[in-house]
T-cell receptor
Framework: AQTVTQSQPEMSVQEAETVTLSCTYDTSESNYYLFWYKQPPSRQMILVIRQEAYKQQNATENRFSVNFQKAAKSFSLKISDSQLGDTAMYFCAFMFDNNDMRFGAGTRLTVKP | DAGVIQSPRHEVTEMGQEVTLRCKPISGHNSLFWYRQTMMRGLELLIYFNNNVPIDDSGMPEDRFSAKMPNASFSTLKIQPSEPRDSAVYFC?????????????FGPGTRLTVT
């Protein structure tokens, strides 16, 4: 079975500082895709960043970047220059080649002023 | 594009009643997914369709749940009879389907409360 583990139920960071959210996964597949989604209080699920497993280069999207370690099956999200609007639940997700996607339990991030 | 549309946004019903949740995917998307979100179990995939055909319904909790996709622009998730433990937020998501690995675009969700 493929599982996604987010070991930090809650985290907080001061505005303008950097925070890293952890995610590990377990799979025997060689080709897959990884995502981070954000769910603010509005409950809308919003894509933050996407990584293809066959690409060694870490994905970056403005203040958001990932540290993808395929051998360690680790996929952490780094948020730089944290903003109040980054306060949300963050979900790590694993997608099979057939588009079936599985989510971690989520990390609640609070950005403090 | 209006994005994925779900209706109703909120539904309150009594135990034993039938509940139907509706979803309109983004035009041109070939894959559609139904998820359930609860505090206890997080986000669970219930069922997904490719080209209107159910591919995997192993996440459907029991026979009280059923889903249909009669055409490319409409899907329903039905619970009959409903129970209090079905209370959750139900999300519909769609994606282009091909090539694989596209992000899934989520609707705003339907908050279901069964009393």
């Amino acid at each position: 079975a493929q599982t996604v583990t987010q070991s930090q139920p809650e985290m907080s960071v001061q505005e303008a500082e950097t925070v890293t959210l952890s995610c590990t996964y377990d799979t025997s597949e060689s080709n897959y895709y990884l995502f981070w989604y954000k769910q603010p209080p509005s409950r809308q699920m919003i894509l933050v960043i996407r990584q293809e497993a066959y690409k060694q280069q870490n994905a970056t999207e403005n203040r958001f970047s990932v540290n993808f370690q395929k051998a360690a099956k680790s996929f952490s999200l780094k948020i730089s220059d944290s903003q109040l609007g980054d306060t949300a639940m963050y979900f790590c997700a694993f997608m099979f080649d057939n588009n079936d996607m599985r989510f971690g339990a989520g990390t609640r991030l609070t950005v403090k002023p | 594009d209006a994005g994925v549309i779900q209706s109703p946004r909120h539904e309150v019903t009594e135990m034993g009643q039938e509940v139907t949740l509706r979803c309109k995917p983004i035009s041109g998307h070939n894959s559609l997914f139904w998820y359930r979100q609860t505090m206890m179990r997080g986000l669970e995939l219930l069922i997904y369709f490719n080209n209107n055909v159910p591919i995997d319904d192993s996440g459907m909790p029991e026979d009280r749940f059923s889903a249909k996709m009669p055409n490319a622009s409409f899907s329903t998730l039905k619970i009959q009879p409903s129970e209090p433990r079905d209370s959750a937020v139900y999300f519909c998501a769609s994606s282009p389907g091909f090539p694989p690995g596209y992000e899934q675009y989520f609707g705003p969700g339907t908050r279901l409360t069964v009393t």
